[in-house]
C-alpha cells in the first residue's frame, strides 16, 4: 500500500494549487437582476465565439429573458423549437395560461418551467459556477430578468461519430457495434444490452479543467461491494487537470505501476463489458474515448475473446488451447531457442542439432545478437505498421517482413531458421486477444532472451519464476491476479483455459465474490 | 518512488553481475558434434597398454548444404585419430588440430574394435563414457572385427555419416532380425559390468564395400574382456532363449523332401524356469513363437491343409532347436560364459541359492542341465496356399 | 501487506506440505537409499519411513493444537521457559537456514554437473536466492500460492518423467521381493524417512491454518502424496538402472532421465523438463525453509519481518557455499539428516511430554 501513500502526498501538494485555480465563481449565487447575471457569465465564460447568449422579451410577462449556450455543444434545433418558439410564440397563444400583468419573477419561473418548455430535462440552479459547467457541458442556461435562479435545459448534442464495428477488437460472430467517443451513447449501448434497474451508473466528474464526465458501471445486487468502494475510492483520489483517455484513469488506479501486465481490462465491445458487469466487474465509462475499462481482472482475461463464449462450447476450448499455447511461444520462444542452441545443443535431436548447426554456419554474431537484432527489427516494423495510413501500412510490412527477412538470410547475417523462430513468436503474439497482455508479453520476451543468454535454461526458468513470483503478488483490486488457478477455485476453472458448455457454468465466477452467483438457473 | 528507486537498485545489481556473463556459452556451430567414438589397440613399446581412439565429427555444412551444392563434394564427416591414453585426454588433443573441440553430446555409436576389447579392460576403459555428463547412456555400444577407424570411415551411400549409418543399422534388431544381439547402450553396458555378469554386443564387420553387423561378441563380466565370438545362428539362438528375437526368419527343411520352409516370427515368448536339486541346478526353457508362414519349396506343399501346417511347425520348431542348441553349446560349454539371463532366472526365483552360487556362477554355470522345449504356431500363411492345384 | 483475514485452506496446508517434502530427495534417495538396503526392497523401507513420518505428524499437530494461532517460536518459550525456548527455537532456526543453503547448493550441483559447466556456482546461487528473496519477502500467503501454481507443474512433470521412462523399466529388477529377508528394509528406514522429512514445517504452519483441526488430515494427505512419488521414482529408478547401478551414480534420477528419448518430440531429450521439475522442487522446499527461519528469528526477537529477510541472505548464501565438494555437499545432507530428527521429532515429542504433564498439573491444583 506505500504506493498509495505516496500518491496522497502528492495530492497533497496540488489541493493548494487547485484552490486557486477554482478562485473563479466559489459559491456566487445568481443575483435577480439579468444584466448582472449575464455580465457574470460573460466574464466567466470570455468573449469567446463559441459561445452565444441570445436575449429575448418575454411580451406576455414584459420581462427580459436570454438564453446562455455553446455553439455545437447544444443542439441548436431544439433551443429553437422547444424553448425559443414556445417561449416566445405559443406563450402568447395560450390565453389560459396567462396570469395578471404583475406575475412575481418566480411564478414565471414556474410557469415557464412546468407549461412552456417542451424539454425533458428542465433543472433549476441557483449558482452560477454550477451554471457555467452545465452550459460548457451542451445545456442551455435560461436566464429571467428579476428571477435569481437560471434553468438549466437539457439541450446536450455532443458531436459524436456513427457507432460502427470495433477495429481493435474484430470478431466473426458477434455484435458489430463497437462503442463511440461519446459517453451518453456508450451508456445507452450498455443500458440497451442490460434492461435492469440494478444497473447503477454513478457520475463521476474527472479533471479540473477538462470536467470530463466518468461514470462507473456496475450491477448493484451483483458486484461484491469491496469492488465497487475500492473503484470509488481510487477514483476519487485522482486530482488532474485533464483526462484525455481512459488510459490516464488505468494508470491512476491500477494496483501495480511496476508491473508489466494489464491490471484492468480495456474494450470497444459493449457485448464484452455487459457480460463483465453481468460477472460481477464493474465497468469505468470515460467521456472522450471508445475504451471503456473493465475490471477487477485476473490472468485468464488476458487470453479470453468474446468469441468464446458465442461459438459452441468445444471451438471455444480448442481456440483458448491455441491461444494459450500462443501466449507460452510467444513468451518462451526466442530465448528457448537461444539458449537450446548456444548452451545446451546436447538437449535438441541430433538431426536438428545438424541442420541449425549448418544454417547457422557463417553467420557473424552470437544467436543472442541475432535473436535480439531480428526480434527489435519486427517490433520497430510493427510500430511503422500500426501508425501508417491502412494501404502503405501493409505495404511496410511485407517489404519489411519479406523483403528484409530473405535479403537478411542471403546476406548471411541472420540464419533461416532465426526467421522462423521470429516469425513464429511474431504471429503468435498476434493471435492473443488482448492488446494489453500481448505487449506485456513482448516486454518480457525480451527480458528472457536476456536471461537465457546469460544461464540458459535456467536463466530462463529462474525468469520464468520471478514472473510466476509477480502474478502471485499482483492484485486487481483486492483479487488475486493468478485466480482462479490460484489459490485453487475449482469451480471457475469450468471457465478459465477450458470453455464448459452452458449447461455446465451455472454459476459466475467465484473469484469476483459476487453476491448472487446464479447465473443459469 | 522508494519502489522505483528498489526496483532500479536491483535492476543495476543484477546486471552487473551478469557483466562477466555468459561463461558456458558456445554457439552450436562452433563445436565438433561428435557422433561416434572408435577405440582400437596400438601395439606400443609403453608398459601400459594404449589404445588409440578415433573420433568422428559431423561437418553440418556439408549436410545442411546437400541439396544445394553439387560440385566438387566435401566429406560430410571428418575423422581425427588420437593416440591418447584416455578419450578425454584424445579429445584435448583434438582441440590442437581442429578448430572445434569436440562436443559429446550427440555421440552416436561407440566402436571398439575386436583387439582393444581383447586386450583391454573395458570398464576401465570406458570410464570416460560413463562418467562425462554430456556423454548420454543410450549410446550403442558395437564390437568390430577390423581397426574401429577402418570401420567408421566407410562411407554409406545413403547416409553419408557412417556413425549415423551405423547407428541405424543396429536399430534393426527390434524389426526385421535377430542375427544381431539386441542393442547395447553404454548403460546397459554399465549395469551389466556393475553387476559383473557377462554379455553380448553387436558386432560389425566389413562386408563388400560396406559394413554389417552380424553377430556377436561376448564380454566376460568377471574379467571385463572379450572373451569371444558368436556366429549369427549362434546369436539367433541366445535371442531365442532370452526373447529378444521379436522378428527374424527361421528357415526350417523339410524332412521327407529336402526343401525349405521359412517361417517368420511375429511374436516370440521365452520363459526360464529354475529347479534346484541339492547341489544341482537345473534350468527348463520354454519357447512359444507366433508366426507366418513366409515361403517355402516343397512342390506339392498345401497349407490349405491342416496337416502340412502341422508339419511345417515341427519343421521348424527343429530348426529352433538346432539354433538354441548351438548357442547354447557354445557359450555354456565352451566359452563358460552365461549371456541368456539363467542366473538372473535363479536370483529372481530362488534368491537363497542365488546368494550362495553368485560368486562362482560362472564356474557352476556350465554343470547346470538345460531343457529347451520350443512350441511354434503359424498362425497365418498369407496369400497364397498352394503353389499348384493337384 | 497481509490481510488478516487470509487464511491457509485445507488443500493449501496438504500443496505446501508436499511441496516442502519433495525437495533434493528426488534425485539423491534412490542412491542414499540404495546404499544402505541393496535389495530392491526399498519401496518396502519407504512405505514405513512414510508410517513413521505420519506418527511424528501426529505428535506435531497434537501439539500445535495446543496453542492455536502460535508458531513453536512462541509458545516453546511459555512451554518451556524463556532460556530453553530461546535455544531451541535457535536451534530450529539454524536447522532450517542450513536446510535452506543445502537445497540451493544441491541445486546448483546438479546444475554444474548437467547444463552449466563453467559458470560459477556462486552466480547461479546468488540469482536463486535474489528469487527466493523476491518471494520470500511478501510473506506466507504469497508463498503458500506460489507453491499451489507450482504443485501441478511438479505433480505433471514428475508423472510425465516416469510415464517416459516406462520402456525403460525392467521390472524383474525390481524382483524378488524381500529376498534377502527384513533387514536390509529396516537398515533402508532412516534414509526414506528422511528423504520425508519437512513435516516439521507444521509446527510453524498450523498457527496460519483456517482448521486447525483439519491439520492432521492434511499432514497424512500430503505425507502421501511425497510418498507416493518418491516411492514412483525410486520403482522407476531402480527398475530402469539395477540396484547395483544406481549405487555407482551420483545422480541416479537424472541418469534415468537421461537415458529417455522419444523420436517424437521436438525435444528429444528430456533432461530440460528434468531440470525445470528439479529447480522448481528445490525452488519451493527453500523458500519455505528460508521463510521458516526469518519469521522465526522475527518471532524470537519480536521485530519486523522483512529486516530479517534481508539479513538472512548472507547466511543462506554461506551456508551453500560452505561445503567444498559434491562430498562435502553429501555429508551436509547427512547432517541436517540427524538435525531433522531432533527438529522433527525429537523437541515436539518433549513439548508435548511438557505440555501434557503442565496440564495434569494444573488439572490437579
Known amino acids: ?521 | 518512488m522508494r519502489r522505483i528507486k528498489k526496483s532500479i537498485m536491483t535492476c543495476c545489481c543484477i546486471s552487473i553481475l551478469f557483466m562477466g556473463g555468459c561463461w558456458d556459452r558456445i554457439d552450436i556451430e562452433d563445436m565438433g558434434l561428435a557422433c561416434g567414438v572408435g577405440v582400437d589397440y596400438q601395439e606400443s613399446s609403453a608398459k601400459r597398454l594404449t589404445p588409440e581412439f578415433t573420433i568422428q565429427f559431423v561437418v553440418p555444412k556439408v549436410l545442411a548444404g546437400e541439396n544445394g551444392g553439387g560440385g566438387s563434394q566435401a566429406e560430410p564427416f571428418q575423422n581425427l585419430t588420437m593416440d591418447e591414453s584416455s578419450l578425454f585426454e584424445a579429445g584435448r588433443e583434438a582441440s590442437t588440430v581442429t578448430s572445434r573441440s569436440p562436443n559429446y553430446a550427440h555421440l552416436k555409436v561407440l566402436v571398439i574394435s575386436k583387439e582393444a576389447a581383447q586386450s583391454i579392460n573395458l570398464l576401465q576403459l570406458l570410464n570416460f563414457f560413463f562418467r562425462d555428463h554430456e556423454i548420454r547412456r543410450t549410446v550403442h555400444v558395437l564390437i568390430s572385427e577390423e581397426k574401429a577407424s577402418e570401420i567408421l570411415s566407410i562411407k554409406g551411400t545413403k547416409d553419408p555419416v557412417p556413425a549415423l549409418k551405423l547407428l541405424s543399422i543396429t536399430e534393426n534388431m527390434e524389426k526385421k532380425t535377430a542375427k544381431m544381439p539386441p542393442i547395447l547402450s553404454l548403460g546397459d553396458f554399465s549395469e551389466k559390468m556393475s553387476a559383473s555378469s557377462s554379455f553380448l554386443v553387436q558386432k560389425v564387420q566389413k562386408f563388400k564395400e560396406g559394413v554389417q553387423i552380424i553377430g556377436a561378441a561376448v564380454i566376460k563380466g568377471n574379467t571385463q574382456k572379450m572373451i569371444g565370438e558368436l556366429n549369427e545362428d549362434e546369436t539367433f539362438g541366445i535371442n531365442c532363449i532370452t526373447g529378444e528375437a521379436k522378428a527374424g526368419a527361421v528357415t526350417g527343411v523339410d524332412k521327407e523332401t529336402d526343401k525349405i520352409i521359412s517361417y517368420e516370427i511375429d511374436r516370440l515368448k521365452s520363459s526360464i524356469k529354475s529347479k534346484v536339486n541339492g547341489e544341482d541346478i537345473s534350468y527348463t526353457v520354454n519357447i512359444n513363437t507366433e508366426g507366418r508362414l513366409s515361403e517355402d519349396w516343397i512342390p506339392k506343399s498345401d497349407a490349405f491343409n491342416e496337416k502340412f501346417i502341422r508339419n511345417a511347425e515341427k519343421q521348424v520348431e527343429r530348426e529352433f532347436m538346432r539354433l538354441m542348441e548351438a548357442g547354447l553349446a557354445k557359450t555354456q560349454k565352451e566359452l563358460k560364459v552365461d549371456v541368456a539371463g539363467f542366473g538372473e532366472s535363479l536370483r529372481i526365483n530362488q534368491p537363497k541359492v542365488w546368494k550362495k552360487v553368485k560368486k562362482n556362477w560362472e564356474e557352476r554355470f556350465p554343470e547346470a542341465s538345460i531343457d529347451i522345449n520350443v512350441k511354434v504356431k503359424i498362425r497365418q500363411f498369407q496369400t497364397q496356399g498352394r503353389k499348384m492345384n493337384k | 501487506m497481509n490481510s488478516s483475514n487470509e487464511k491457509i485452506t485445507f488443500i493449501q496446508a496438504t500443496v505446501v506440505l508436499t511441496m516442502t517434502i519433495i525437495g533434493v530427495g528426488i534425485v539423491t534417495l534412490p542412491r542414499v537409499s540404495a546404499e544402505e538396503v541393496q535389495t530392491p526392497d526399498i519401496w518396502i523401507s519407504m512405505i514405513l519411513g512414510g508410517g513413521i513420518s505420519i506418527v511424528v505428524a501426529f505428535f506435531i499437530t497434537k501439539l500445535c493444537l495446543q496453542f492455536k494461532g502460535m508458531t513453536i517460536y512462541q509458545f516453546s518459550p511459555i512451554l518451556v521457559g524463556k532460556w530453553a525456548g530461546f535455544v531451541f527455537n535457535l536451534f530450529i532456526i539454524m536447522y532450517f537456514i542450513l536446510v535452506a543453503g543445502y537445497q540451493a547448493r544441491s541445486m546448483a550441483e546438479v546444475l554444474r554437473a548437467y547444463l552449466l559447466d563453467k559458470t560459477p556456482i556462486e552466480v547461479v546461487i546468488i540469482v536463486y536466492i535474489a528469487v527466493g528473496v523476491y518471494i520470500v519477502i511478501s510473506g506466507i500467503y504469497s508463498i503458500v500460492k506460489l507453491l499451489q501454481i507450482y504443485f501441478p507443474v511438479v505433480l505433471v512433470f514428475i508423472l510425465l518423467m516416469l510415464a517416459l521412462s516406462i520402456t525403460n523399466v525392467d521390472f524383474n529388477n525390481l524382483r524378488p521381493v524381500l529376498g534377502g529377508g527384513f533387514i536390509p528394509v529396516l537398515k533402508g528406514i532412516k534414509p526414506t524417512t528422511l528423504s520425508l522429512a519437512g513435516i516439521e514445517s507444521y509446527l510453524i504452519l498450523m498457527a496460519y491454518m483456517h482448521q486447525s483441526k483439519k491439520a492432521m488430515k492434511a499432514a497424512a494427505v500430503g505425507i502421501f502424496i511425497a510418498l507416493f512419488l518418491y516411492i514412483l521414482i525410486v520403482i522407476a529408478v531402480i527398475g530402469a538402472l539395477t540396484v547395483d547401478e544406481v549405487r555407482l551414480l551420483t545422480w541416479p534420477t537424472l541418469e534415468l532421465v537421461k537415458s529417455i528419448e522419444m523420436k517424437v518430440l521436438l525435444l528429444e531429450r528430456f533432461e530440460s523438463f528434468f531440470i525445470i521439475l528439479w529447480v522448481i522442487t528445490t525452488f519451493t522446499s527453500f523458500i519455505m525453509n528460508f521463510h521458516f527461519a526469518s519469521l522465526g528469528l522475527s518471532q524470537v526477537f519480536k521485530k519486523a519481518y522483512k529486516p530479517f529477510v534481508y539479513g538472512l541472505i548472507p547466511f543462506v548464501y554461506l551456508c551453500a557455499m560452505y561445503p567444498e565438494d559434491i562430498n562435502g555437499v553429501f555429508k551436509l545432507g547427512g547432517y541436517i539428516g540427524n538435525m531433522a530428527i531432533v527438529v522433527a521429532g525429537i523437541i515436539p515429542i518433549l513439548l508435548l511430554i511438557i505440555a501434557f504433564i503442565r496440564r495434569k498439573r494444573n488439572a490437579k491444583n
Open chain 1, 1 to 521: 500500500m506505500n504506493r498509495w501513500a505516496w500518491l496522497q502526498k502528492k495530492k497533497k501538494q496540488t489541493k493548494n494549487g487547485h484552490q486557486q485555480v477554482k478562485t473563479h465563481g466559489t459559491d456566487v449565487f445568481f443575483s435577480s437582476s439579468l444584466d448582472s447575471n449575464l455580465e457574470q457569465l460573460q466574464n466567466i465564460l470570455g468573449n469567446n465565439p463559441d459561445i452565444a447568449i441570445r436575449r429575448f422579451y418575454i411580451n406576455v410577462y414584459k420581462v427580459n429573458a436570454a438564453v446562455v449556450f455553446i455553439k455545437g455543444l447544444a443542439d441548436k434545433e431544439q433551443i429553437h423549437e422547444q424553448i425559443l418558439k414556445s417561449i416566445m410564440l405559443e406563450l402568447q397563444m395560450r390565453e389560459c395560461y396567462v396570469k395578471e400583468d404583475r406575475a412575481t419573477g418566480s411564478d414565471i419561473k414556474e410557469i415557464i418551467k412546468d407549461h412552456v418548455i417542451t424539454l425533458t430535462d428542465v433543472e433549476e440552479n441557483n449558482k452560477i459556477e454550477d451554471c457555467v459547467m452545465e452550459v460548457l457541458n451542451g445545456d442551455t442556461a435560461l436566464l429571467i430578468d428579476n428571477v435569481d435562479t437560471s434553468l438549466l435545459l437539457g439541450t446536450k448534442k455532443w458531436p459524436s461519430r456513427q457507432i460502427e464495428e470495433p477495429i481493435t477488437e474484430a470478431t466473426v460472430r458477434g455484435a458489430r457495434e463497437g462503442f463511440v467517443e461519446n459517453i451518453l451513447v456508450n451508456m445507452s449501448l450498455i443500458r440497451k444490452r442490460i434492461r435492469d434497474p440494478h444497473l447503477v451508473l454513478d457520475k463521476y466528474t474527472i479533471g479540473r479543467r477538462s470536467q470530463t464526465p466518468v461514470m462507473v458501471a456496475y450491477i448493484k445486487d451483483i458486484t461484491n461491494d469491496s469492488i465497487i468502494q475500492e473503484v470509488k475510492k481510487r477514483l476519487e483520489k485522482i486530482d488532474i487537470d485533464q483526462i484525455p483517455e481512459s488510459g490516464i484513469i488505468e494508470q491512476f488506479i491500477e494496483d501495480d505501476f511496476l508491473s508489466p501486465f494489464p491490471q484492468l481490462l480495456t474494450t470497444e465491445r459493449p457485448d464484452k463489458v455487459a457480460s463483465g458487469l453481468l460477472e460481477g466487474r464493474v465497468a469505468i465509462l470515460v467521456d472522450g474515448t471508445p475504451f471503456v475499462l473493465l475490471l477487477p481482472v485476473t490472468i485468464t482475461s488476458m487470453l479470453q475473446g468474446p468469441e468464446d463464449y458465442y461459438e459452441r462450447w468445444f471451438v471455444g476450448t480448442l481456440i483458448r488451447f491455441m491461444r494459450f499455447g500462443a501466449a507460452i511461444v510467444s513468451l518462451f520462444g526466442p530465448s528457448l531457442y537461444v539458449a537450446l542452441v548456444s548452451y545446451h545443443p546436447g538437449l535438441i535431436p541430433t538431426d536438428l542439432v545438424i541442420s541449425i548447426a549448418g544454417s547457422r554456419e557463417g553467420v557473424p554474431f552470437p544467436t543472442i545478437v541475432e535473436a535480439l537484432l531480428m526480434e527489435i527489427t519486427i517490433e520497430i516494423l510493427r510500430e511503422a505498421g500500426v501508425r501508417l495510413p491502412k494501404p502503405i501500412g501493409q505495404t511496410v510490412g511485407i517489404v519489411g517482413g519479406l523483403v528484409i527477412g530473405e535479403a537478411a538470410v542471403t546476406a548471411g547475417l541472420v540464419s533461416p531458421m532465426m526467421v522462423i523462430v521470429v516469425a513464429v513468436t511474431a504471429i503468435s503474439s498476434f493471435s492473443l486477444p488482448q492488446y494489453g497482455a500481448a505487449i506485456a508479453i513482448r516486454i518480457l520476451r525480451f527480458g528472457m532472451m536476456l536471461s537465457a543468454a546469460v544461464l540458459g535454461l535456467f536463466g530462463i526458468i529462474m525468469f520464468a519464476m520471478a514472473i510466476t513470483i509477480h502474478l502471485v503478488k499482483l492484485k486487481s483490486f483486492g483479487v488475486d491476479y493468478t485466480s482462479p488457478f490460484v489459490p485453487y477455485q475449482f469451480n471457475d476453472w469450468k471457465d478459465a483455459i477450458l470453455r464448459l458448455p452452458y449447461s455446465v457454468i451455472k454459476e459466475r465466477p467465484e473469484m469476483l465474490k459476487p453476491k448472487d452467483s446464479t447465473r443459469i438457473k
